[in-house]
């Protein structure tokens, strides 16, 4: 999805760049007789119409598949516990006690079932990140202290996924990291 | 007109600006090098450098659009030298309490400051205090700047004149300069910003010297991202209102006038950027569904004036039009286009759908180093060429104005392109070194500190150039 978006970045921006140069372009060219645009008003009604028409569409397709709303509607098959620390991630299938946090390793998760993910952190704010086998970030949630967050995903391949802190935390925040298997 | 006075005392902020600048490109450099294991620093100078870095950028261009704005305000009203000459010394105590809590105290949490990291202390104990109250000391001396700046414009303006809303009728009796309705809509931002700082610092020094717990993260977590991300964009409308004063003047073309879209559009501008930051908190579902669909839709809705006005506005001004090009009047007309790309990936990355698989990575630095960096920064340095040339006697042809123009577009263009593949390839952003597993990390970073090295040549001519001449 990644790639997709970063092609869509670059027609756009080489488009735009298009239309300075041919603009600029434009004035390099012109004599003093040279009267500009025509009918200005007119054609900036319709760009700021055409654009509003595109970004409402961009709108309504892309806020329904937000993250709050996946799998809304299920009952997830596992729920895990996550909670966030410098610079380490527990992960548990019971409830993490703040007091004496303890997880598991080595967790399995299931192919194909919902997982909700409550993740909550247990001192500064920490990022959430899961990346796949091709290290393609494909879920994140941020560990806030105080809130849990729920992060609800499938997993559709078999491998092995790293979790990694995408929130700024410290001097250790580039090591802070943690794995789970899905089979 | 401007006195003697506001002259010299611009000519002091550019001087500053332009230094501080060129200290905070070594230091991205620096960061970019050590990312692509060319140079070996350790993580907490690591990220010691990337909260200078990104604190002195965003109070460089913050005031070098106040400056800009005061000294051309002076034509339309009297502005406070006092004021100005107070804030010129709070950002000097400011940086250097800052550059202090970072260089000698490591504190190192980052430009945001995310509460409660602050109080996690890995760095001399003195760092914290120091360090908040060097926002104390920066935030006092532009709040008072921006009140003293607005109170004069309300001098002369009544409020509903400020905000150009007679021009909503046809054939309006008094004319609003587009100048002053910038400035005015781009002064409500900033002291509203500013003050969430203040609201955000108070509560942190309650904490802070109470050794007490009672700060609610999310309520923390809303009011930072308020305060920066207001202020990073208000610091752009600042280098916006100085082009709708000089791109047509420098052009030899006739003065922009207020008209009844640009009114609108200035209106409307302030609404959507005060609310667009909850695109800051999409990852955190706790957040009120309705704040992030709010932020999703004030983000795009933000767009339309700044396109449909603003952008289309500097297309009609040059389209067929015989111009008399500048390095000034093309940096204006470059960093337009760079600020519409840096807004184009924005614009991505404001859409929550997307913003699940890019928050954080590398495309974050991407979009908003887009925007400054090729936007901004060049509003600015456009501003600055033409101030420190208005005064020559005779005609003036800068002969370095391809190379600089040439060395900023390869560098910059480079640069970027190294952050917006990285966030194409989910690499994270803020970290000291990579995980071995993004085999492409590294070679991008030192691709871009190299491309960054050329921006840096172009900035060190600017500075040349223009401090001799100030």
Redesign the interface.
């Known amino acids: ?3 997709s ?2 092609w ?3 027609i ?2 080489g488009a ?2 298009i ?2 140069t041919y ?2 372009l ?7 007789s ?4 025509n009918q ?2 007119k054609k ?1 009604f319709w ?2 119409l055409i ?2 028409v595109i ?1 409402g569409i ?2 309504s397709v ?2 329904p ?4 709303y996946l799998f809304a509607d299920e009952t997830p098959a596992r729920v895990l516990h996550v909670a966030a620390m ?1 610079y380490a991630f527990i992960l548990s299938n019971d409830a993490i006690n703040p007091e004496s946090p303890q997880g598991e390793t080595d967790l399995v998760l299931p192919l194909n079932e919902l997982i909700e993910f409550r993740v909550t952190s247990l ?3 920490h ?1 959430f ?1 899961i ?1 796949d086998a091709n ?8 560990a ?8 609800r995903w499938k997993f559709t391949s078999p491998g092995k996924y ?1 979790i ?1 802190c ?9 090591g802070m ?1 943690s794995s789970f298997t899905v089979k | 007109m401007e006195s003697l006075k506001t002259r010299k005392i611009t000519s002091v902020w550019i001087v500053i600006v332009l230094a501080l600048f060129i200290v905070a490109i070594i230091l991205g450099i620096l960061m970019r090098l050590n990312q692509g294991t060319i140079i070996q620093q350790s ?2 100078t690591f ?1 010691g450098n990337m909260t200078t870095h990104g604190l002195t950028m965003i109070g460089i261009w913050f005031v070098a659009g106040m400056a800009a704005v005061n000294y051309l305000m002076e034509r339309y009203v009297k502005t406070s030298y006092g004021v100005n000459l107070f804030a010129l010394i709070c950002t000097i105590i400011g940086v250097l309490m800052l550059w202090s809590s970072t260089f000698i105290g490591h504190f ?3 430009w945001t400051f ?1 509460y ?2 602050p109080f ?1 202390v ?1 760095w001399a104990q003195w760092a914290t205090p120091v360090f908040l109250s060097s926002l104390v000391v920066l935030g006092v001396g532009w709040l008072v700047w921006s009140v003293s700046l607005m109170s004069q414009i309300l001098k002369k303006y009544t409020l509903s004149q400020a905000f150009a809303w007679q021009h909503f009728k046809k054939n309006p009796a008094v004319e609003t300069p587009p100048f002053i309705l910038i400035t005015m809509v781009t002064l409500v931002g900033v002291i509203a910003c500013l003050l969430a700082a203040v609201l955000l610092l108070v509560l942190l020094f309650a904490e802070y010297f109470s050794n007490g717990s009672f700060v ?3 309520a923390a ?1 809303n009011l930072t991202y308020f305060f920066g991300h207001t202020i990073a964009n208000e610091m752009l409308y600042l280098g916006l209102a100085v082009i709708y004063e000089l791109f047509a003047e420098v052009s030899g073309r006739p003065k922009w006038k207020t008209t009844w ?1 640009v009114a609108v559009a200035w209106n409307l501008s302030l609404a959507f950027i005060l609310t667009a930051f909850f695109h800051h908190l ?5 957040q009120p ?1 309705g704040l ?2 709010v932020g ?2 004030a983000s ?2 933000a ?2 004036p700044a ?3 603003t952008v ?1 506005s500097i ?9 008399n ?1 500048s390095l000034t009047n093309l940096l204006f ?2 960093g ?2 760079g600020w ?2 840096g807004g ?2 924005a ?2 990355d404001a ?4 913003n ?6 590398l495309w974050v630095p991407a979009h908003f180093h887009t925007y400054n960096a090729m936007g901004n920064v060049l509003f600015s340095l456009g501003f600055f060429h033409w101030f420190a040339h208005k005064f020559d006697v005779g005609f003036y042809i800068d002969k370095n104005a391809m190379l600089k123009l040439t060395l900023i577009l390869f560098g910059g263009i480079g640069f970027l392109l190294a952050f ?2 990285g ?4 690499i ?8 071995p ?2 085999t492409m990390a590294a070679p991008l970073a030192t691709v871009a500190a190299v491309f960054a090295t050329f921006y840096l040549l172009a900035i060190l001519l600017f500075f040349l150039n223009i401090t001799k001449n100030v």
């Open positions: 999805m990644q790639h978006i970063l869509l970045f670059l756009l921006a735009s760049i239309v300075f603009v600029y434009s004035s390099k060219k012109a004599n003093q040279d009267q500009g645009m200005p008003l900036r760009f700021l654009l509003f970004l961009f709108a892309t806020i598949k937000s993250p709050y410098q001192d500064v704010n990022g990140a990346y290290n393609q970030l494909i879920a994140q949630t941020q806030m202290p105080g809130y849990v967050n729920r992060l790293n990694l995408l929130e700024f935390c410290g001097m250790d925040h580039q990291r | 993580p907490v990220y190192h949490a980052g995310l409660p990291l996690k890995a609610n993260d999310a977590k879209y999409y990852m955190d579902f706790v569904e992030q669909i999703q839709l795009y809705l767009s339309l396109a449909g006005v289309f297309l009609v001004a040059v389209y067929r039009t015989k111009i090009w007309f470059i337009v286009a519409v790309i184009l990936g614009v991505i859409t929550i759908s997307n699940f698989v890019l928050h954080n990575t917006y593949i966030g194409a390839d989910s994270p952003r803020r970290y000291s070194n990579y995980p597993e993004f």
